[in-house]
């Protein structure tokens, strides 16, 4: 597994993910797919940026939201305008839990779903302990509270191996993102506080119409 680069200085950008989250969700809890799909647009680019560390998360989750988008920009496209609407239309249809070529966009938003899971619990740890604290440590654990049970073996290994090469807390931070430490910290927070109502909306969804355990 490749060591971590912390020769060069990126520009994840927390903002944009926070943008996204806070215009997701309108007056009445209804979720805007596509501002959804922009946050986890850069939530993807941070998994990038880290080379062959998360690259295999980054692709995993970028063939969720492209299997979504090609819903989006279909013939039926006006029903995936909320993420209401799109599981309404696709329970209507029969389509919400089918394993076909072009996988419903039910099915995807599950797989988004335990990603956000993991995403959320990641930031609140990196929000706590000492700036030195061992990233692979918390990753791994945070991945096995969340992600873990929804992987295939294989995945689990390759993610046991790539939390090893991560460095310590303040230097993931300082390579990896746009803003200062001091900025990421308040922004991690002002992300999950935005990011939390989205989750549990889309528990609320998944639940209530039996969606939660699609194969």
Known sequence: MAAFDRSKKHDFNL??????????????RTLILEEYLLA???????????GHLFGFVAKDLESKIKAIEYHAHSNH??????IQS????????KIA????????????????HHALEFILSFMRRIMKGDQNEKMSILAWEVYTETLFHHHPWYTQKIASLAVH???????????????DYTKVMVLLGQVVDAGQP?????????????LLNIP
Do not use: W
């Open 40 to 50: 986890y647009r850069e939530l993807c680019r941070f998994f990038k940026l880290t």
């Open 86 to 93: 799109m599981v309404a239309y696709e329970l209507e249809v």
């Open 198 to 210: 989205v989750y549990d909306i889309i528990q609320e969804i998944l639940a209530t119409n039996e």
């Open 15 to 28: 903002e944009k993910v926070l943008t996204s989250f806070q215009k997701c969700v309108t007056d009445d």
């Open 77 to 82: 496209g006006h029903h995936y305008h909320t």
């Open 165 to 179: 090469a991560l460095p310590s807390k303040r230097h993931l931070i300082e390579v990896m993102c746009k803003h």
């Open 97 to 112: 839990k089918m394993k076909t070529p072009r996988s419903s966009g039910t099915r995807m938003l599950l797989r988004l």
